[in-house]
Every structure is written in C-alpha cells, then in structure tokens.
Nanobody, 128 residues
C-alpha cells in the first residue's frame, strides 16, 4: 500500500509561482511512476505532469508545457511540481498519483486508469 500526501497549495496572483510536494510512503520511487493531475469545478480530472520511475523521463499536459516542472527526490521519497507563470485557469484541486503499470523504467504514465494510488489533493487558486 502506498500513501501519498500533497502539500503546498494555496492562493496566488496570476503570474506567480507555487511548488507542490507529494510525500510518498515506502520505497515508491524505484517501483512506481509518479504523476500530477488536477480537477477544476465541473470539469474532468486531467493529466498535468508525469515522471518515470527512474526519473529519466517526464511529460506534461499541453496547457502547462513550458510553465510547470515535475521532479523527484528519491532520498526524500517526494515528488514536486514547480508551477510558474500561473493563470486563473490553473485553479483546481491538484492530485498526486503513483502507478505500477509502466512497462519499463523510462515510461511516463499519462492516463488516470494507469495509476493505482492517489493522494487527497491540495487546492490551488489563482486570482486575476
């Protein structure tokens, strides 16, 4: 069983930055690909960013490319999402997830069914 706890959300003005953290229990990094998703009110949950279990590959949703960066610290069992140039449309609950379905250590998982474990989410609000 993997437990994921997100932190770092909050209220920020448009153009600002936030860094989200996802602390994972157990030896998560060598066994699971990790990802961030978000869900805005009335919308479906969408892929934001993912990192392979080796840390060697990353991928991003089109709406955040060039603004967000996912990274991991294996020693701390923590995944980060650095969010820059935030826009009001980035307002959502952000979820961390861990998935075991990668076929190799460089594969990034980008869809909800590929993930096995989810955190409770952290709210990000961007004011205009």
């Amino acid at each position: 069983q993997v437990q994921l706890v997100e932190s770092g959300g909050g209220l920020v003005q448009a153009g600002g930055s936030l860094r989200l953290s996802c602390a994972a229990s157990g030896r998560t990094f060598s066994r699971y690909a990790m990802g961030w998703f978000r869900q805005a009110p009335g919308k479906e949950r969408e892929f934001v960013a993912g990192i392979s279990r080796s840390g060697g590959s990353t991928d991003y949703g089109d709406s955040v490319k060039g603004r967000f960066t996912i990274s991991g610290d294996a020693a701390k069992n923590t995944v980060y999402l650095q969010m820059n140039s935030l826009k009001p449309e980035d307002t959502a609950v952000y979820y961390c997830a861990a998935g075991s379905r990668a076929i190799n250590s460089l594969m990034v998982l980008t869809t909800i069914p590929e993930y096995d474990y989810w955190g409770q989410g952290t709210q990000v609000a961007v004011s205009s």
